[in-house]
């Protein structure tokens, strides 16, 4: 005769002949005082099984934080942001070093965006020296596979060349290293937050509600797995006819941004000469740094830095 | 009857897939136009959205928020769009709340997609459109897996003319072409936007880079579709690709490309048969 007490536990009693209505609220108070106990004891137990196997989060050797730029919707324009907030980052102040990991396995866009090609080389202690142009050290997937070479890997292979990129990688000592994730919130998230610890997390969304929802399921994972979301970049916020000047708000002007309670680091326009920028392998920060679009940069990379020294010391 | 490996032959004519590699190009809005136009040229059509992290499919045809019904054989489809005339799926229907978000590894999305081609109750279709996700990973293969043995399953590619997406299209190329999967042709979309004000054209994604890439490797351009502003709009004002205002130039483009389309798998689905 079994008694089952929530969903979780089950107290079985083992003389039913005995049994009273008095003695069951006897024997129940008593189960139920032992009952946290080995609930905290039976969680531990779980907490370590599930553990084994789990990679062991470690900070890199010499790279002071890591933030992951990241969207849930792909095409909004998380690698050219990650590239010019990147670049306007050591901008701002030339004494910071800054990385950039390209964690985009199966859709690499660094090697394009910073006009870098070519195998790494390997140093003596067997690790891959990343490719530097305009001061900002760079590894991708792209790196290591021809330009039409798809990579048709499962998730397993995926987490392996995440760990690879991420921990056998010759980064020298970094002030930020910024990590282009893929689109989604799977296997490439999941293993970065469990190899490294990430300083904040910036989301990058288009204004519209379709890409908004997805926003808002990526700031949701990284709160459940106790990343802070440093806030949201809003890119592609309108568009001004080169003719006309007319604005048209192409992918809509929602204020869904503020309702997903995420501070708006930055609002970046939809311009044609961000794509041509990116296009030639020479972000729009260092094409036209005095342009409207590049200042947009420079500020949202200020309001990122400011809130990451403001959790540092808190 | 569900849509095992013996139910995929005779109850599905065709099988179509939506690839890109890149993600943001517009995959999932051509899928639904495309299922939209498929219906409206009287042919019975199901969307599968694969795109498990971002299923985005429910909301753009009026299916936000709805849940699927368990029938005697497996999962009822929920039936959306003009007349309720789309058989849909998604994992968005799924999820008590429809914002969850869904952080899951390979092994669990490859389960998820194979579940929903062998115990979705699909009927008899014209047309099953199959929506992805960018790349080239386990919902993938998880879709050529579920497919293999049917006749008829092809591909068309969706990128935007800029060169950053024709490089993961190209990749997505080589994808089709080492699993034996038939590309119909290439969608270009987001091509170009005409000032709704003084009606100049900028090119603000690039121009011609979907076709450069149909040419350069012999597969067929089927088209270029507009930047059109109002699609986005539609869906921001709480309405549907379903009950917009027909025939913008995007959806008249596309239109003009499931013609195209549908002539194509005919053809294919014709020489199946009599093979």
Known sequence: ?314 | MALNSDGLQKRVRCVLLVLSGKGGVGKSSVSVQLALSFLSLGKKVGLLDADLCGPSIPLMIGAHGKNVQRGPDGWLPVRAGPSASLSLMSVAFLLSNKDDAIVWRGPKKTAMIKQFLSDVQWGDLDILIVDTPPGTSDEHLAVLEGLRGHPVYSAVLVTTPQAVSVGDVRRELTFCHKTGTKVLGIVENMSGFVCPHCVECTNIFSQGGGESLAKECDIRFLGSVPLDPSLALTLDKDRDFSCAATEGPAEAALRHIAEILLKEMNEDANVAQTS
């Open chain 1, 1 to 314: 005769m079994g008694i089952r007490l929530g969903v979780k536990a089950r107290l079985v009693i083992c003389c039913p002949e005995v049994f009273t209505a008095g003695w069951t609220q006897q024997y129940l108070r008593c189960a139920v005082n032992l009952l946290p106990r080995h609930f905290s004891t039976l969680k531990e137990h779980q907490k370590k099984l599930m553990g084994r196997g789990l990679p062991k989060q470690a900070p890199l050797p010499g790279v002071k934080r890591i933030v992951a730029v990241a969207s849930g919707k792909g095409g909004v324009g998380k690698s050219t942001t990650a590239v010019n907030l990147a670049l306007a980052i050591a901008a701002n102040d030339p004494k910071v070093s800054v990385g950039l990991l390209d964690a985009d396995i199966h859709g690499p866009s660094i090697p394009m965006l910073m006009n870098l090609s070519g195998n790494p080389e390997v140093t003596k202690d067997n690790l891959l020296r990343p490719l530097v142009n305009y001061g900002i050290a760079c590894m991708s997937m792209g790196f290591l596979i021809g330009d039409s070479q798809p990579v048709i890997w499962r998730g397993l292979m995926v987490m392996s060349a995440l760990e690879k990129m991420l921990k056998q990688v010759s980064w020298g000592p970094l002030d930020y290293l910024l990590v282009d994730l893929p689109p989604g919130t799977g296997d490439v998230h999941l293993s970065l937050c469990q190899h490294v610890p990430l300083s904040g997390a910036v989301i990058v969304s288009t204004p519209q509600d379709l890409a908004l929802i997805d926003a808002r399921r990526a700031a949701e994972m990284f709160r459940k797995v106790g990343v802070p979301v440093i806030g949201m970049v809003v890119n592609m916020s309108g568009f001004q006819c080169p003719n006309c000047h007319h604005q048209t708000h192409i992918f809509g002007e929602s204020e869904t941004a503020k309702q997903l309670g995420l501070d708006v680091l930055g609002e970046i326009p939809l311009h044609i000469s961000i794509r041509e920028s990116s296009d030639r392998g020479k972000p729009i920060v260092l094409l036209l740094p005095g342009g409207a679009e590049a200042l947009a940069y420079v500020h949202t990379a200020s309001k990122v830095v400011k809130c990451l020294e403001r959790m540092a010391s808190s």
